[in-house]
C-alpha cells in the first residue's frame, strides 16, 4: 500500500512539474516576439546609402534617431515606426541630408528605392494599422 502511495505522489508531483513547465513554455512563446530581419535588397540600399551615419560607427545625433546596427534589438512595433520614419525621411528627400548629397550624390536614392523602402515599411506594419 505505500509502495502504491509513494507512486501516486511521484506521479502526481511529475504532472505538477510537467504542467508547469509547460505553462512556463507557453508564457515564454508568447511574450517572446518573432520578428523578421531586413530583406536583402532593404539592406543593400541600407548599407550603401544610410550605414555610414547610422550604422555602429555612425555620428551621434543620427545615432540618437536611428542606429540601424541594433535593428535587431527592436521590437516589431518599434521596427514598424522606425521603417515608416525612413519612408517618409527619404520621400520627402530629408535623407540624405543636403549636405551629403552635395558630397555624396551617389547615396540619394533612386525612385525604385525609396518605393522598395516604403513597401517594406508598409510590410512591416501590423494589419490592423494597414491600409
Known amino acids: 500500500m505505500k509502495t502504491i502511495i509513494r507512486y501516486k505522489s511521484l506521479f502526481c508531483m511529475t504532472a505538477v512539474i510537467f504542467i508547469f513547465a509547460s505553462v512556463q513554455n507557453i508564457s515564454c512563446q508568447i511574450v517572446k516576439e518573432q520578428?523578421?530581419?531586413i530583406p536583402e535588397n532593404i539592406n543593400n540600399i541600407i548599407k550603401v546609402s544610410c550605414l555610414n551615419c547610422h550604422g555602429s560607427n555612425g555620428k551621434l545625433l543620427a545615432l540618437a534617431k536611428l542606429n540601424l546596427s541594433k535593428w535587431d534589438e527592436y521590437t516589431a512595433a518599434e521596427k514598424?515606426?522606425?521603417a515608416s520614419v525612413i519612408c517618409s525621411e527619404v520621400t520627402e528627400?530629408?535623407?540624405p541630408p543636403k549636405?551629403?548629397?552635395k558630397s555624396n550624390p551617389e547615396l540619394i536614392l533612386t525612385k525604385e528605392q525609396t518605393e522598395l523602402i516604403c513597401k517594406w515599411a508598409e510590410s512591416l506594419r501590423p494589419k490592423t494599422e494597414a491600409k
Do not use: D, H, I, L
Open 99 to 101: 549636405s551629403v548629397r
Open 80 to 82: 514598424a515606426k522606425k
Open 93 to 95: 528627400g530629408k535623407m
Open 35 to 37: 520578428t523578421s530581419p
